[in-house]
């Protein structure tokens, strides 16, 4: 880490006044901050994420529980994304993996990433089919 | 569960406070994430080298992640991360200089990093959003540090009188600095508990960290240090840097922290 890396994004503005609640998990239709979208077509942004997987792991970032929301209005798309570790090795690869596979998705033209730690994670964010993959691999899940 | 932080604007003075609390985090964790990682290849068992190398990620994980709020509040992260020199670091004295042997490690482990972290539970709820939605992530990683610390003095101090003996002298060197790092009661200080930035400073900081480090100062015995004065001597501390030394970290350690050698592969 450190050289090598580019500097990671510091605090956003909507960071400012925006403090999930806790208890809430990533939905369809994830509140958008700069339109109205309905659940079915971020339905296909979910799923699209479903294709790209943790590059340590056999189970994908979705599944991991690394996104928290996605927002679409029109062909911009915002991601808050977290990791597993603050130092985790793989942030470039994850963030470029998540970028990459939603721009293949027709209309979708601006991909934008923050990068969030609230609330951070832990093990319980992952889906029952996470937890059912990494258990099939011999990972405690 | 904290409750949601409000959104302040910070008066000149807090701001000005805040950020020079962020660069002491965040050069104390870079400082001894490099301290944890020149023990990779040397502790004495192999479970304890790969705690230093998972100690020394999450330390630098913690860095990175510090240096990157700077921006925010006007600083130039890049020459921050990779443009000083020694003297203008701002991390603990303790990491100064590489530890010389395995209970010099320890002591910074359980005592140099419990001091870091008293610090960062201070932050938790912080009236500064951008701390407080990090702040609980790097406390549950830190609480391994803890835990590895722990165990490695309370071993040292119940292996016999010799290996207990090893450990007086980097524990009296190291506890009245790390006490006066936590910093005076005064109205800087003040000024950054108002804000709603931190929730403790100066002594009641100390107050919580020697309630946290006194369970393992009861089991050294007679390597335990003299009782810590009531009160740091407080002459010649500057307290935006948090040191009395005006030299940094050695020479050697800052230019492989600072990646001289690695410039070439910086990327975009």
């Known amino acids: 880490m450190g050289p090598g890396v580019p500097a990671l994004e510091g605090a956003r503005p909507h960071e400012r006044v925006l403090r999930r609640d806790r208890a809430s998990q990533p939905r369809l239709g994830a509140e958008a901050a700069g339109g109205s979208v309905s659940p079915t077509q971020l339905h296909p942004l979910w799923n699209a994420l479903r294709e790209v997987r943790d590059p340590e792991l056999p189970v994908s970032v979705v599944d991991l529980g690394l996104i928290y929301a996605i927002r679409r209005d029109g062909a911009r798309v915002e991601v808050d994304l977290t990791f597993t570790a603050t130092g985790c090795p793989c942030m470039a690869f994850i963030r470029e993996d998540v970028r990459g596979r939603l721009l293949r998705e027709p209309g979708v033209h601006e991909v934008v990433i923050h990068e969030v730690w609230d609330p951070p994670w832990t093990r319980e964010r992952m889906t029952e089919e996470g937890r059912r993959v990494l258990r099939s691999y011999g990972i405690a899940a | ?268």
């Open chain 2, 1 to 268: 569960m904290p409750a949601p932080a409000p959104t302040i604007e910070l008066s000149p003075a807090a701001r000005t406070a805040t950020r020079d609390l962020i660069l002491v985090l965040a050069d104390s964790k870079r400082l001894l994430g490099m301290r944890y990682a020149e023990w990779i290849l040397g502790a004495p068992e192999l479970e304890a080298s790969i705690a230093c190398a998972a100690m020394a990620q999450d330390e630098w994980g913690h860095a990175r992640l510090l240096y990157a709020l700077l921006k925010d509040l006007g600083d130039d992260v890049d020459r921050l991360e990779h443009g000083r020199e020694p003297a203008e670091y701002c991390s603990l004295e303790a990491l100064d200089l590489p530890p010389q042997d395995w209970p010099d490690l320890v002591v910074l482990n359980a005592l140099a990093d419990a001091a870091l972290t008293t610090q960062c539970e201070a932050l938790l709820g912080s009236a500064y959003a951008p701390l407080a939605q990090r702040v609980e992530k790097l406390l549950e990683e830190e609480r391994f540090h803890a835990a590895h610390g722990a165990a490695w003095l309370r071993r040292l101090a119940r292996a016999g009188e010799s290996a207990r003996g090893t450990l007086a002298l980097p524990l009296t060197a190291a506890l009245p600095a790390l006490l006066r790092w936590l910093g005076p009661d005064s109205p800087r200080a003040a000024a950054l508990r108002e804000a709603g930035v931190v929730n403790a400073t100066g002594s009641a900081l100390r107050a919580r960290y020697l309630e946290r480090i006194a369970p393992l100062l009861a089991e050294l015995g007679d390597a335990a240090p003299p009782r810590a004065p009531a009160a740091p001597d407080f002459a010649g501390f500057d307290e935006a840097r948090r040191r009395v030394s005006t030299h940094g970290p050695d020479a050697a350690t800052v230019a492989r922290i600072r990646g001289d050698k690695n410039r070439v592969f910086l990327m975009d």
